[in-house]
């Protein structure tokens, strides 16, 4: 797709590393190279992923990010038409979104041909306004030349805000109107089922890609089947995206 993918969530434990593993798998699944980096400079979770060669980017200098660090990496995204997924921390939101905002580059990447996707993560549960503040907060700093993918994470409950779902919500309705909606993802419910929820965690923790999972002896048949289908829930959600 020669496109570029940045995980943007100003609220921390919410899925934004497995959202950046999980799709990585999936665009590998339509067979896309594809190029990972992790820019969080306290949890580097996506970069432990060894079966998926993600580069681990510094981009703190005396405990503070520094937006110029990023351009190294801009540069690199810039010059290869391979699709681009970069996982960021909560503490490197706010310079982030700032830095893709004032330096233009959502434009400087359409201009190259590539096509842009923020992908922002909200959950239900205690969180639930911090992650709609975030992904209000990333609307307004998103042009015309990028879109937003908005995943649901329903682990810590249904993500409803003020009774409604997001997509019924004032701010989503504005913005997909503005064009800046690509689309929305469900990580369905799965906390009633310790069976999902103990695979899910163990795959998690050791790091594997469900193409390790499934060669792994550490795994049962029927463990390995559910990681299988919520794997294939979380692809077909994302089938749906119009990319």
């Known amino acids: 797709m020669n496109s570029f993918h940045s995980v943007q969530q100003g609220k921390g434990g919410v899925g934004k590393s497995m959202t950046a593993v999980v799709f990585t798998q999936y665009l590998q699944s339509k067979g896309a190279k594809v190029l990972c980096a992790d820019t969080d400079p306290v949890n580097r979770t996506f970069s432990r992923y060894k079966a998926l060669d993600v580069a681990a980017i510094d981009i703190a200098e005396g405990g503070n990010v520094m937006q110029r660090k990023f351009d ?8 290869t038409d391979a699709d681009v997924v970069v996982d960021s921390g909560a503490a490197t939101f706010l310079p982030l979104t700032r830095y893709l905002a004032e330096n233009d ?4 990447m359409a201009d190259h041909g590539k096509t842009v996707f923020i992908h922002c993560v909200l959950v239900g549960g205690q969180a639930r306004s911090d992650t709609y503040d975030g992904l209000a907060d990333l609307l307004g700093k998103v042009g015309k030349s990028a879109k937003v993918v908005i995943w649901e994470n329903e682990f810590w409950g249904k993500v409803e805000f003020d009774g409604v779902p997001i997509t019924a919500s004032k701010l989503y309705k504005e913005a997909d109107k503005a064009g800046k909606i690509a689309g929305v993802v469900k990580i369905i419910d799965r906390s009633q089922s ?3 929820t103990g695979d899910i965690k163990q795959m998690t923790q050791a790091n594997l890609t469900l193409a390790e999972v499934i060669d792994s002896p550490d795994f049962s048949f029927l463990a390995k089947n559910r990681l299988k289908k919520f794997v294939g829930d979380v692809f077909a ?3 749906k995206i119009n990319w």
């Open 72 to 79: 190294p990496l801009m540069e690199i995204i810039l010059s």
């Open 105 to 108: 580059i959502y434009q400087i």
């Open 194 to 196: 310790d069976t999902f």
């Open 237 to 239: 959600e994302l089938d």
